[in-house]
């Protein structure tokens, strides 16, 4: 028996180090530094792994806050969400993601930007 588990052991230990991470932000339209337009009608996310929308969801934070589940989609390259935004006013927003990624990892977020009164 104990010759098994060492064979065992030995095996798992040949095999391949795959490391899985969550999916994370590595770009987005939302320039954390500079004001959304209120005429803006939707936020691009990059994620460094594929994302599911249909298992994903994303809220708008709006002042006292109210949360509206918005829409999103896959965007043209690997990894982009497409979010619709409805029409904004002034004020402090947050986007609210909890994400499926490809590898069974689900990420939770919030990016804040605000819109500045015109």
């Excluded at 230990?13 to 795959?18: E, G, K, M, N, S």
């Excluded at 936020?43 to 806050?65: A, C, M, Q, R, W």
Aim: aromatic share 10%; hydrophobic share 45%.
């Amino acid at each position: 028996m104990r010759a098994l588990f060492l064979a065992f052991l030995m095996a798992f230990a040949a095999l391949p180090a795959t490391a899985w991470a969550h999916a994370v932000v590595v770009r987005s339209s939302l320039d954390r530094q500079a004001p959304v337009p209120g005429r803006a009608t939707e936020v691009h996310l990059f994620f460094n792994s594929d994302v599911e929308p249909l298992l994903s969801i994303v809220y708008l934070v709006s002042s006292g806050d109210r949360k509206q589940s918005l829409e999103l989609r896959h965007g043209p390259k690997p990894g982009e969400l497409i979010i619709a935004l409805p029409p904004l006013t002034p004020g402090e927003y947050a986007l609210q993601y909890k994400v499926f990624a490809a590898d069974g990892h689900i990420t939770e977020d919030v990016l804040k930007f605000n819109v500045p009164g015109e």
